[in-house]
Structures are given as structure tokens and as C-alpha cells.
């Protein structure tokens, strides 16, 4: 599987403190091999057919979405910022 990261994805995870991107690296890596992975606890954002939530702790989110073999990494931070996915 290919991933790619949005632009928007890059700018967020710059402003995440140090320990927060140790574990979404780290969460991520799940996401790649094992989407199924119980901590990611993804699930489908409301209103959006085709993004998805996943977990990096009970603060943090990410959002992403496929087309194809391509996983695009969209959006990463508190829940609050996830309001644009």
C-alpha cells in the first residue's frame, strides 16, 4: 500500500509536540499493516462518505481516506481541529 501525506497532514503533524508524533508514527504503522488494529478505534467521519478517523490517543486524531492502493493521510491533532477533515 502506498501513503501519501497531504500537505495539510504535514503542516499539522510540524505543530504536534514531540511526544505526540513518537506516537502517531507508531500508530500509523498500525494503520498500514493492520487497519483492524483495536487502539486505532477508526471509524467513518459523519457526513463524509469516504473519510475516516483513526486514534492516537484519547486527545489526538487523525483523518484519511483511500483511492485505490493509496492511503492519503489528511488532517492530525486534537478532535477540534478535525472539524475539517
Known amino acids: 500500500m502506498k501513503v501519501v501525506l497531504l500537505k495539510s497532514f504535514e503542516k499539522d503533524f510540524?505543530?504536534?509536540p514531540r511526544e505526540i508524533q513518537?506516537?502517531?508514527l507508531k500508530k500509523l504503522t498500525y494503520l498500514k499493516s493492520y487497519m483492524g488494529h483495536p487502539?486505532?478505534?477508526t471509524k467513518k467521519?459523519?457526513?463524509?462518505?469516504y473519510i475516516w478517523e483513526g486514534s492516537i490517543n484519547?486527545?489526538?486524531?487523525?483523518?484519511?481516506?483511500?483511492?485505490?492502493?493509496?492511503l492519503y493521510l489528511r488532517?492530525?491533532?486534537t478532535h477540534s481541529i478535525l472539524g475539517t477533515p
Not at 484519547?58 to 492502493?69: A, I, K, L, N, P
Open 45 to 49: 467521519i459523519k457526513g463524509y462518505e
Open 58 to 70: 484519547m486527545s489526538y486524531r487523525f483523518t484519511y481516506h483511500f483511492e485505490g492502493d493509496t
Open 75 to 77: 488532517r492530525i491533532g
Open 22 to 24: 513518537h506516537q502517531a
Open 14 to 16: 510540524q505543530k504536534l
Open 39 to 41: 487502539s486505532l478505534r
